[in-house]
């Protein structure tokens, strides 16, 4: 904690919220902006669907298997430290991926740009918790949370704009400004914090088996479509497995494991992470999906299709407050429930968007639909995840459903495609890629049905629990989440 805590009203406050608020807002609006420019992506590295798959995919490869160690990494060596290292990383790693000649450099850079987000998410509000007078933080987040919104919003326009203007490798390049302010302002007007009763070995092992694991199971999935069932499938596919297991046993011997065995002898939470599981699965293949076929099928601008989405992500600024609100009243059982459902119904009405498709007639119904469902669960499924667990494990506890809703999102842009049938030209191909995405968009409904059919089971209907203002967990390596009731998945990591 900082010595002396910083009152929002000051000067000092208000540098301390810009910085996190510039940090976590360079993440949102890459995470945004990637997925409306990646038609043409592939168009200009002449690039097959798998390239535009790993695009995605190697970002958040490294950022799910690094990012509990991140927040570790804050605790121990100064959070202003490392958030500042991220930010000049992932600035760094964006400008690679402007430049970027080909697909391999570009995929290699993704990658480094998922580690610097690794370091720079869990800093930018392990800054405010640690800075910040305890009467304050709940204002803080409220504000770096509406503003960080107000970037998950605008980077779906922002994206289709540079797109069709000066072109896609704007959508990356537009990082750098952004850090090159965030950068000194965090250097001049941000205390250093660490935990001084941060201790132990980091679990670099683990964090290495986990996303060697993940990127083993990734790379077959993506290459099934195109090679079928060769060793170059097989093989990766069987290694992912037992790197898997051999994660599992690790965590399970270590002193200090960063995804501790034990925490999953509670019912409650090993079924809201289930549940998580299949609903970001769902929405990480609609966003991928639905923003190509907007443009290949239906023929609109990279801008009118980034555009088109912003319905839910506005939905979800407005009323997820209120359905927070109401979930603790009403327990969290029926809105993790519905709320799925209602989300399966927008991805089936969006099977009626194909050539000639009007706005208002055919995709705006659909994602409001879709928005609707997304507000009633988001917010009563992180404060399930927060009421499963004892309080001093709810940072913990938070940080894995964090890294399960990426982990979910990674596999399903990666296996969606396969089991919809897509070869690797068919986004070339407006006919063969409408019929796919109809059959993507049954899959994410059946994935959702499936995420409410386990709430309804599963998820006791009581009335969610609030923690007092100021208790935090005490866990070293996932203290950046202590006292937040936020979503799993910042707004820009699902559109």
């Given at each position: 904690m900082s010595d002396t805590p910083v009152r929002l009203g000051t000067p000092a406050g208000r540098w301390v919220l810009l910085t996190a608020v510039l940090g976590s807002g360079l993440a949102m609006l890459d995470s945004t902006v990637v997925n409306v420019a990646l038609p043409h992506i592939g168009r200009d590295l002449d690039a097959d669907l798998a390239v535009l798959q790993w695009t995605v995919n190697a970002y958040m490869l490294t950022l799910a298997g690094l990012i509990l160690l991140g927040g570790a990494l804050g605790d121990r060596f100064g959070r202003r430290r490392v958030f500042v290292i991220g930010t000049v990383w992932f600035a760094t790693a964006s400008l690679l991926c402007g430049l970027a000649p080909d697909a391999t450099v570009l995929i290699a850079a993704r990658a480094l740009q998922g580690v610097g987000g690794a370091l720079l998410?869990?800093?930018?509000?392990?800054?405010?918790?640690?800075?910040?007078?305890?009467d304050d933080r709940a204002g803080a987040v409220g504000a770096w949370s509406g503003l960080g919104g107000v970037a998950s919003a605008v980077g779906p326009f922002v994206g289709g704009w540079l797109v069709d203007g000066p072109g896609w490798r704007w959508v990356f390049l537009i990082n750098l400004p952004l850090a090159a302010i965030c950068v000194p302002v965090a250097l001049r007007h941000v205390p250093e914090t660490r935990?001084?009763?941060?201790?132990?070995?980091?679990?670099?092992?683990?964090?290495?088996?986990?996303?060697?694991?993940?990127?083993?199971?990734?790379?077959?999935?993506?290459?099934?479509?195109?090679?079928?069932?060769?060793?170059?499938?097989?093989?990766?596919?069987?290694a992912g497995v037992l790197l898997g297991v051999a994660f599992v046993r690790l965590e399970k011997r270590r002193t200090d494991p960063m995804l501790p065995p034990e925490i999953f002898s509670s019912r409650m939470f090993t079924a809201v992470n289930g549940v998580t599981l299949f609903i970001y699965a769902a929405?990480?293949?609609?966003?991928?999906?639905?923003?190509?076929?907007?443009?290949?099928?239906?023929?609109?601008?990279?801008?009118?299709?980034?555009?088109?989405?912003?319905?839910?992500?506005?939905?979800?600024?407005?009323l997820s407050a209120r359905s927070g609100r109401l979930a603790q009243r009403i327990g969290p059982r029926i809105p993790l429930t519905v709320g799925p459902l209602l989300c399966a119904a927008g991805m089936?009405?969006?099977?009626?968007?194909?050539?000639?498709?009007?706005?208002?007639?055919?995709?705006?119904?659909?994602?409001?639909?879709?928005?609707?469902g997304m507000t009633a669960l988001v917010a009563p499924l992180t404060a399930t995840v927060l009421a499963s667990v004892d309080v001093a494990r709810a940072g913990l506890a938070s940080g894995i459903n964090n890294a399960a809703a990426r982990a979910a999102g990674l596999i399903a842009v990666a296996a969606l495609p396969l089991l919809a049938g897509m070869g690797p030209d068919v986004y070339r191909d407006p006919t063969g890629f409408e019929d796919t995405f109809r059959r993507a968009m049954l899959w994410c409904a059946g994935s959702l049905a499936l995420g409410g059919i386990l709430a309804w089971l599963s998820v006791r209907p009581t009335t969610l629990k609030t923690r007092p203002t100021g208790e935090q967990p005490c866990h070293p390596e996932c203290k950046y989440h202590c006292g937040v009731s936020s979503p799993p998945l910042d707004l820009g990591d699902v559109a």
């Open positions: 998410t869990p800093g930018s509000l392990a800054l405010i918790q640690a800075i910040f007078h305890p935990d001084p009763g941060a201790h132990g070995r980091f679990d670099v092992l683990g964090a290495t088996l986990g996303a060697l694991s993940l990127g083993a199971v990734t790379y077959a999935l993506i290459a099934a479509p195109d090679q079928g069932a060769s060793p170059w499938v097989i093989g990766p596919a069987v929405f990480s293949g609609f966003f991928f999906l639905s923003v190509i076929q907007l443009q290949v099928v239906v023929g609109w601008s990279a801008l009118a299709a980034g555009t088109a989405l912003l319905p839910t992500t506005v939905l979800m600024l407005l089936l009405l969006m099977t009626r968007v194909g050539p000639g498709a009007v706005y208002w007639r055919d995709v705006l119904p659909a994602l409001t639909v879709l928005g609707l």
